[in-house]
């Protein structure tokens, strides 16, 4: 069964300051991997899916990286602002499959 | 494309009521899925649907939960006798195609038991 964690929890961080959110999952047998936005109350966002021949992915400060073989992807956002604050959930997608399973999520406040 | 709508967008409803929620996906997206998160957890996998048939639920998907999609458009989630435990977001997405795919999300319907 594939398990999704993502660490830390939670992460508080300077305006400003580089972030870096970290991803990882027990199956390696994956077809792609996403990377969501999630404001308070609010649906998901997708901010960068990865295919699992790639090996990153970019959009403007995102930066999302793939490891499959060691089973994990990090999520970059440069120069951190305020308006970066809310929850980022990585989820999995395995081969052959139509569930996507999810992180816990990472809860991030950037302080101006 | 004015993306993947649900409504209502809250309910709170009493112990026992009955409560039907609405998806809309993306138009001639032909997968549509339902995915429930409690909260501070991420979403979790209930039901998809590819066109009208519904091929795969979840055993969080218990008898008092019922999902259709009829003509392969919008779909409704029901909840029969609800109780307290089903408090969560209940998040519906949709893809395009026969294959493993991106999936778009709506906002969600936040669903309360008193």
């Known amino acids: 069964k594939q398990e999704v964690t993502q660490i830390p929890a939670a992460l508080s961080v300077p305006e400003g300051e580089n972030l870096v959110l970290n991803c990882s999952f027990t199956d390696s047998a994956i077809y792609n991997l996403q990377w969501f936005r999630q404001d308070p109350g609010k649906g998901l966002t997708s901010l960068l899916l990865?295919?699992?021949?790639?090996r990153e992915q970019t959009s403007g400060r995102l930066n999302a990286s793939l490891d499959k073989s060691s089973g994990r992807s990090t999520l970059y956002i440069a120069a951190s602002q305020p308006g970066d604050s809310a929850t980022y959930l990585c989820a999995v997608l395995k081969a052959a499959g139509n569930k996507l399973t999810f992180g816990g999520g990472t809860r991030v406040l950037v302080k101006p | 494309d004015t993306g993947v709508s649900q409504n209502p967008r809250h309910k709170i409803t009493k112990r026992g009521q009955n409560v039907t929620f609405r998806c809309d996906p993306i138009?001639?997206?032909?997968?549509l899925y339902w995915y429930r998160q409690t909260l501070g957890q991420g979403p979790e996998f209930l039901t998809y649907?590819?066109?009208?048939?519904?091929?795969?639920k979840s055993r969080l998907l218990s008898d008092r939960f019922s999902a259709e999609r009829p003509k392969g458009s919008f779909s409704t989630l029901e909840i029969q006798r609800t109780e307290q435990g089903d408090s969560a977001m209940y998040l519906c997405?949709?893809?395009f195609g026969w294959g493993p795919g991106e999936q778009y999300f709506g906002p969600g319907t936040r669903l309360t038991v008193t």
């Open positions: 649907f590819q066109n009208e048939a519904q091929l795969e």
């Open positions: 997405a949709s893809s």
């Open positions: 138009s001639e997206h032909n997968r």
């Open positions: 990865i295919q699992s021949s790639q």
